[in-house]
């Protein structure tokens, strides 16, 4: 329920979405946030004249749920709003996400569907379940761009640069339709190429960001580009040298390091590659304290796209499982980050990045207070730490026969008459899960 107000109305604890002028010409960093304290108020009140508030994502006296008709299914007969799913329909939910999720698997290429500029509901689909259907093969295409890069490489051939840059671009709208639906097609689509997988998972999760921090569209893009080209470079080095679970001598080090370098070359031999996304990829090793690579540049001389693509870097590399390291929760992660903090990264963007993934993004495992276990399949915008949750195993940790989805932001109860909550994340495959028999691809 949204609406536009004077900036003298505001109050602490309103949601602001939109505002009477670029975010970027605004201290804030974000679009769309919660007023929580009161210099974010006096800058609002200072930079804006009139913005718009979404009611029902406010708080307290300021919140407002969305009307329910009197012939909305969810009233129920005492006139009273149900306040979230019964087990019948969490289990209809559960089973219809799964059907769309599984639908992946095994396929090596699925159907383009026509490039229609929004997504319709289908058959009860959520916009989740339609933008997975609809972006899918774009991210297909991608995965095959990156391997038709690495034979031309391979065979000192050119970089289909045009190609690429079309594919991250449709990648990009799909990120400003649905983000949540982008990440979980960095989870769907794994292969067992550590290469391929993080070059996605990097140039998705910088797009989210991107857009999170109030960059336009073409920003976005060029983020999106430069996450998924930023580590050709390694194609040029030695396999076993990368995957070397031991520590490397400075010379072998110096020899990983020179992947920025060798990917800058590979790039600036297309005379029209944009200069912008370049200046990305050249800086994404260098960090705050100065003692990144190839420049050793420090604070405010490393372009923002650039840090940011660090920060986005750091984290993918630690959720995923590589040779020399098992794969964190995101959770451990986000901490991790947390303690570089003004020496790899400013603090303002480690800040900026925790809020805009969360503590437990989409795809992560968790365990619930009952003693079950779920993976997150959609974000609460407001409430980060009420996502919904489809369950997967049972309180023993046996595998639920028929899953059913909860969304704390409802408050259910566990068995046991108590409100769910989260216990705690859990790292990839805890207690055995083999996520392609779930919800993986």
């Known amino acids: 329920m949204k609406q536009t107000i004077s900036t003298r109305e505001l109050k602490l604890g309103m949601y602001v979405v939109e505002i009477d002028r670029p975010w970027t010409e605004t201290p804030f960093m974000m679009q769309g946030f919660l007023l929580q304290n009161p210099e974010q108020l006096r800058a609002m009140q200072q930079y804006c004249r009139t913005v718009v508030i979404d009611r029902a994502r406010s708080l307290g006296e300021h919140y407002s749920a ?11 007969p005492d006139g009273t709003v149900r306040q979230h799913p019964d087990i019948t329909e969490s289990r209809v939910e559960a089973q219809r996400f799964l059907k769309v999720a599984r639908s992946f698997k095994g396929k090596i290429h699925t159907k383009r569907l026509p490039n229609v500029p929004r997504i319709r509901r289908e058959d009860g689909r959520s916009r ?39 594919l991250v671009g449709e990648m990009a709208a799909g990120v400003q339709r649905n983000p949540d639906a982008l990440l979980w097609l960095t989870r769907l689509k794994r292969t067992d190429q550590y290469t391929y997988d993080h070059a996605v998972n990097v140039s998705v999760h910088l797009m989210v960001f991107a857009r999170f921090v109030g960059l336009g569209g073409e920003q976005v893009r060029q983020m999106g580009l430069a996450g998924l080209l ?75 796209a650039g840090e ?34 003004n020496t790899h990264f400013r603090d303002t963007l480690v800040d900026q990045f925790l809020q805009c993934i969360g503590l437990y993004p989409i795809g992560t495992l968790l365990e619930l207070n009952s003693g079950e276990v779920g993976v997150v399949i959609q974000q609460n915008q407001v409430r980060r730490l009420q996502p919904r949750v489809l369950v997967l195993l049972g309180p023993d940790k046996t595998v639920e026969r028929f899953p059913r989805t909860i969304d704390l932001l409802m408050q259910p109860l566990t068995a046991a008459g108590e409100v769910y909550r989260i216990a705690q994340a859990l790292p990839p495959n805890a207690y055995g899960i083999d996520p392609t028999d779930f919800y993986l691809a």
Not at 66 to 76: A, Q, S, T
Not at 289 to 304: A, E, K, N, V
């Open 308 to 341: 940011m693509s660090g920060i986005v870097d750091t984290y993918c590399a630690m959720t995923r499982q590589r040779v020399y390291r098992d794969a964190i929760s995101s959770q451990r992660a986000m901490e991790a980050l947390n303690q570089q903090r």
């Open 128 to 166: 989740i379940e339609s933008e997975l259907l609809y972006s899918a093969p774009i991210v297909d295409d991608v995965y095959r761009a990156l391997r038709e890069t690495r034979i031309a490489i391979d065979n000192k051939g050119a970089i289909d640069v045009d190609t690429i840059g079309g």
């Open 230 to 304: 930023q580590d050709i470079g390694k194609i040029q080095i030695d396999y076993e040298l990368l995957g070397r679970p031991g520590p490397l001598t400075d010379e072998e080090f110096e020899h990983v390091k020179a992947h920025v370098t060798n990917t800058l070359k590979l790039l600036r031999a297309h005379d029209s590659f944009d200069p912008e996304v370049l200046s990305v990829i050249a800086s994404h090793h260098e960090r705050y304290d100065g003692s990144g690579y190839p420049r050793g540049l420090g604070g405010m001389s490393i372009p923002l």
């Open 66 to 76: 969305k009307v329910v008709e009197e012939d909305d299914p969810r009233r129920l």
